[in-house]
């Protein structure tokens, strides 16, 4: 089994709908989670952390269900602009890049 | 526009040539990193460099020998590549070498094409 999960997709939804996508950890130990987006022919930017509690920014919801061992990204009322491959982050441990596992990423097209 | 910056972001090289990448992050940093993207797969770190001493080597070919001069620059030196090393090769900097905040700064990437 993968350390990190993702479905590639690509998921294909219209402008103003809302998508949601899952990411799968193998490790119970892991400790912090993170949503990165990457833009085509662009570099990984952080996007944002999950807090344990599910924390919110905008348009953007990230949950963290430890006991099933996922954590998901919700993306509301969404914009052409949100197109891109967002990758799933997580850390076993703090303690440096090497313990960084990141996903291979879900791939949303939004279309007009 | 970004405060880490990739050169050459495009380059083609056959076999037996050697070339090299560099970076420079603006970000006052102390760690960097070099990554190696391949298509459909993960991220895979190969290189870590806090306080320009190198402290992961994620069992790279030699192929592939990294150069921190100091904190803000990282060089990967290319030499004898086989095709499968094309990939887009991104550099990073964070400002925590644990990188706790999981916040990795990357630069745009070069584009390798080894013929």
């Known amino acids: 089994r993968k350390e990190v999960e993702q479905d590639p997709g690509p998921f294909n939804v219209p402008e103003g709908a809302t998508v949601a996508f899952n990411c799968t950890y193998s490790?119970?130990?892991?400790?912090?989670f993170f949503w990165y987006r990457q833009d085509c022919r662009k570099e990984p930017k952080l996007l944002m952390s999950v807090y344990s509690s599910g924390n919110e920014d905008g348009r953007f919801t990230a949950q963290l269900n430890r006991a099933s061992q996922y954590i998901s990204l919700l993306i509301r009322d969404s914009k052409l602009s949100d197109s891109a491959t967002y990758l799933c982050?997580?850390?076993?441990?703090?303690?440096?890049?090497?313990?960084?596992?990141f996903g291979s990423g879900t791939r949303l097209s939004i279309r007009p | 526009e970004t405060g880490v910056t990739q050169t050459p972001r495009h380059l083609v090289m056959g076999m037996t040539n050697k070339k090299s990448l560099k970076c420079e992050q603006h970000l006052g940093h102390n760690a960097m990193y070099w990554y190696k993207q391949s298509a459909k797969k993960p991220l895979e770190l190969m290189f870590v460099y806090n306080f320009k001493e190198q402290t992961e080597n994620n069992s790279v070919p030699s192929r592939f020998s990294p150069e921190c001069p100091n904190s803000s620059h990282l060089f990967l030196h290319l030499h004898t590549l086989q095709p499968e090393d094309s990939a887009l090769y991104l550099c990073?900097?964070?400002?925590?070498?644990?990188?706790?905040?999981?916040?990795?700064?990357f630069g745009e990437g070069s584009r390798l094409t080894v013929l």
């Open positions: 490790n119970s130990a892991s400790q912090s």
């Open positions: 990073a900097s964070s400002q925590d070498p644990n990188v706790n905040t999981g916040e990795l700064f």
């Open positions: 982050v997580v850390t076993p441990r703090p303690g440096g890049a090497s313990k960084i596992i």
